[in-house]
């Protein structure tokens, strides 16, 4: 069962969502990310898929090798990453990492930003995924 994991740094949302899928606490895939050369600091982290995907291998998740485009929140797999607040700064298109999860009978977003009432969330409509990333189980 998958459960929240609070980013600690506000450009920390890609080691976040690895957490969450990983079952790990924030620190731990921090720790691993950093070995290998990956910082929550980067802004390529949000603004290019290979880093993460490479985070998620060293964690021993497999995940589908290309981008699909969101169609719909029943079209989704069981478990995917997904591109939200997606936007472009000078060019550069970057966005904000959340895992979507069916679990329980139940869909739901898990969210790592600070601040929010719950990081669960099932507030769909205000979720405007881009694309996405399917989670392989």
């Keep these: 069962m998958l459960k929240p994991v609070i980013q600690t740094e506000v450009t920390g949302c890609g080691i976040a969502a690895t ?3 990983a079952g790990a606490e924030y620190q731990e ?3 691993v990310a950093n070995s290998k ?3 929550a ?3 390529s982290l949000w603004s290019d898929t290979s880093y993460v995907r ?3 291998a060293e964690c021993g998740i497999e995940c589908d090798p290309e981008e699909k485009p969101f169609t719909g929140w029943q079209s989704l797999p069981n478990k995917a990453l997904l591109a939200i607040k997606w936007r472009r700064v000078n060019g550069i298109p970057f966005w904000h990492w959340v895992v979507f999860c069916r679990q329980d009978g139940k869909e739901v977003v ?3 930003k600070r601040g929010l009432k719950t990081n669960i969330r099932t507030d769909f409509g205000r979720i405007k995924p881009k694309w996405f ?3 392989l189980v």
């Design 54 to 56: 490479k985070l998620l």
């Design 29 to 31: 895939v921090k720790q």
């Design 133 to 135: 990333i399917e989670v």
């Design 19 to 21: 957490a969450v899928l």
């Design 110 to 112: 898990f969210d790592s």
């Design 41 to 43: 600091d980067d802004e």
């Design 37 to 39: 050369g990956i910082y």
